[in-house]
């Protein structure tokens, strides 16, 4: 099956400070999904991107599908943004998704 | 519009003993989704409910496991009998689009422990 991969596993970060998280996956996928899990262990969907870049205020993601990566994209960071990040991805439109370990954040006042 | 509820929010139990644990999806949405995050290790796909129907139950672990979504609405995850290895985090998700694509909007988890 789908294997997925995401760097780094952790990152500390200055409020304000800008961060690239990257998620590789093994195999092509036609669904993938970047969520945020907040200090209380609510996953929140970011990004549903299986190709091409979206936006959202300070967050922005960007899928290769050709070339199995994607990035996600933090500007100013904040306190709030610290948590853990997921990457999840599918190749079947059964929607199996497989989850990446995860690149844990701390963003220090 | 509420989102995904799941109850309980905790549960601990004795080895042995039985467990069902409940998920609401958003309203209207069809697929609903069964992920469980067991201690030091990845969140990890369970099931797929299309309405009533399991479209994918290819990550159920072993037959202790029944899902059920009576109706197309709410699903129960029933444990039966709960092993030391169950405990860990079981989300539920759900998403709109009856082909499975689209944004899975996930519930806030409840958080199994086997004594």
């Known amino acids: 099956g789908i294997q997925v991969e995401q760097s780094p596993p952790d990152l500390i970060l200055q409020e304000g400070a800008n961060s690239t998280l990257r998620c590789n996956f093994s195999?092509?996928?036609?669904?993938l999904q970047w969520f945020h899990q907040n200090p209380w262990g609510q996953l929140i969907n970011l990004f549903y991107i299986p190709s091409g870049t979206k936006q959202n205020g300070r967050l922005s993601a960007t899928t290769v599908a050709t070339e199995r990566y994607s990035l996600l994209y933090i500007s100013s960071s904040q306190t709030t943004d610290s948590g853990v990040y997921f990457c999840a991805a599918s190749n079947n439109y059964g929607q199996n998704f497989v989850f990446g370990p995860g690149t844990r954040l701390s963003v220090l006042p | 519009e509420a989102g995904v509820t799941q109850f309980p929010s905790h549960s601990v139990i004795e080895k042995g003993q039985t467990v069902t644990l409940r998920c609401d999806p958003i309203s209207g949405h069809d697929n609903l989704y069964w992920y469980r995050r067991v201690m030091g290790k990845e969140i990890k796909f369970l099931l797929h409910?299309?309405?009533?129907?399991?479209?994918?139950e290819s990550g159920m672990p072993n037959n202790r496991f029944l899902a059920e979504r009576t109706g197309g609405t709410y699903s129960t995850l029933k444990v039966q009998p709960a092993e030391l290895e169950d405990s860990g985090v079981y989300f539920c998700?759900?998403?709109?689009?009856?082909?499975?694509?689209?944004?899975?909007?996930f519930g806030p988890g409840t958080r199994l422990t086997v004594l």
């Open positions: 998700a759900s998403s709109q689009d009856l082909g499975g694509t689209g944004k899975q909007f």
């Open positions: 195999d092509s996928v036609n669904n």
């Open positions: 409910f299309v309405k009533e129907s399991k479209q994918d």
